[in-house]
């Protein structure tokens, strides 16, 4: 990335071209069926209402052992901690099946088999689960729910895909059909099978993996993040793990919607995220010929600004730059772009007059404009263009990148001057006496039949007394009189 020819052999060497990548936490959601989305939970914007920890083996709430923080839910040790809500797909999953996804970072040092818990479907007063374990490929099922009598199973692969859940997207489809998993958009792993049934159980029906769990997850009471308990004391151990977000989806989505859904990225953290605006300091509701306008250019963020530039754009044929002022910042210099703009630059970096932004905003620098002639009311925006900030990174050493920044323009409004000394311009060209070009306009008023209402010019030149207030030839003439008498 290269600076503008402005900018150059003004800035430090120091500064490295970095892009800033967007944050794509959870913001994938949307890629999938819209009206199959039942719930979602961004553990990383506090998005927790509604789910509550608990120790798994006595449900006993309140955990020390989960926190909320803004990286999202971590469990700190591998115990039977639950992190808990009411089954979001209750009620809503039918014969399309249904979809968790669970954003999910899993250290390397946390044991991934059959006994480590990631999440699960349960009633805790039943013997009725369903979990599925930070392995990836495991699954376990326990349960009694309508309309089959008790089934149960437990995919266990024997040669599970080495699956790297350090930061993971987990995607879980069930249908009649198959179970399958998802991690960060590639499946690895497709499961199809019959649900065991107890051996004094002489019913004929038939129940498929799918089948049992979609019955599992439309019935139980509770989702669980973590350990899931049953009516024993059996199940698997809750990990050692931050959960970013959940969502849930009432139907079994397809291999191109998982894929669009794409892998799991952390967010970014947005302390560098600036936002430029242009205020209008004078804030007067209009204003005419000859009035200064002030506007600044402000920012607010959470960097320490090392150097920027931008460009400044406004109507030059409406306003003229007044001469600018010495700053009080020796590092800024202004020109004119010769394209109705201003450009401020300041380069500062390893200088010490950096701008420390916060969410008050701090003022870059501050123009005035003289408004020239106006021939009639009209607005002016001022925007910014070309935007470069430099900043200071963690380290203190100065780094530049090119920033898209919000940026909010400014509009002002800009009124016709009052005619001083020619009631009779008629034609508005601002010239201080009448002249025969106001005889024509005030002709061809009359014949428009204009309703002549400007409150600022005097129509009524001949001033009879026998048809007061009334514009006619007679007052074209009357003007026409006083342009040559002067």
């Keep these: 990335m290269k600076m503008k020819k402005l900018l150059a052999g003004v800035l430090s060497a120091a500064m490295v071209a970095t892009m800033i990548p967007v944050s794509m936490a959870m913001s994938s959601v949307s890629a999938a069926p819209e009206d199959s989305l039942v719930a979602s939970y961004d553990f990383t914007k506090g998005e927790t209402q509604g789910w509550a920890k608990y120790n798994g083996m006595d449900r006993a709430e309140g955990n020390d052992a989960i926190t909320e923080t803004d990286e999202g839910v971590v469990f700190t040790t591998n115990a039977y901690n639950t992190y808990s809500i009411s089954n979001p797909l209750a009620g809503e999953v039918g014969d399309s099946g249904f979809t968790v996804m669970v954003d999910v970072s899993v250290p390397s040092t946390q044991a991934q088999n059959e006994f480590e818990g990631l999440f699960g479907f349960n009633s805790h007063g039943v013997w009725d689960w369903f979990g599925v374990t930070n392995s990836g490929v495991t699954m376990n099922m326990n349960a009694v729910a309508a309309p089959y009598t008790q089934r149960y199973f437990n995919i266990n692969d024997v040669n599970p895909v080495a699956t790297d859940m350090s930061s993971a997207r987990y995607v879980l489809t069930i249908d009649a059909d198959a179970i399958t998993v998802y991690v960060n958009g590639e499946q690895i792993g497709q499961y199809t099978g019959t649900a065991d049934k107890p051996a004094d159980d002489t019913s004929t029906d038939v129940v498929s993996y799918g089948q049992a769990a979609m019955a599992v997850a439309n019935t139980a009471q509770y989702f669980d993040l973590g350990y899931w308990r049953n009516q024993g004391d059996w199940g698997a151990f809750g990990s050692a793990m931050t959960v970013h977000g959940v969502s849930f989806y009432n139907t079994a989505l397809s291999a191109d919607d998982v894929a669009a859904l794409g892998a799991y990225e952390p967010p970014v953290e947005d302390s560098d995220a600036i936002t430029a605006s242009v205020v209008d300091v004078t804030g007067k509701e209009s204003y005419e010929e000859g009035d200064t306008v002030s506007v600044a250019v402000k920012a607010t963020g959470n960097v320490d600004l090392g150097g920027y530039s931008f460009t400044l754009k406004y109507d030059n044929t409406l306003l003229k730059l007044a001469p600018q002022e010495d700053s009080s910042d020796p ?115 009359i014949v428009d039949q204009d309703p002549m209402n400007n409150s600022e010019l005097d129509y009524d030149v001949h001033k009879d007394e026998q048809y007061p207030n009334v514009v006619d030839v007679l007052d074209v003439m009357a003007l026409a009189r006083i342009v040559v008498n002067g």
């Design 331 to 445: 590092d800024v210099v202004v020109s004119n772009d010769g394209e109705n703009g201003v450009v401020v630059l300041k380069a500062d970096l390893q200088g010490e007059n950096s701008v420390a932004l916060s969410d008050t905003a701090a003022t870059l620098y501050t123009f005035n404009f003289t408004v020239q002639n106006v021939p009639q009311s009209k607005n002016v925006e001022f925007s910014l263009t070309d935007t470069m900030f430099a900043y200071y990174d963690d380290n203190g050493i100065p780094t530049e990148y090119e920033l898209v920044p919000t940026l909010n323009p400014c509009t002002v409004s800009l009124k016709a001057a009052a005619v001083i000394g020619n009631p009779y311009d008629f034609n508005e060209d601002g010239a201080a006496a009448p002249n025969v070009l106001d005889v024509m306009a005030l002709a061809q008023l």
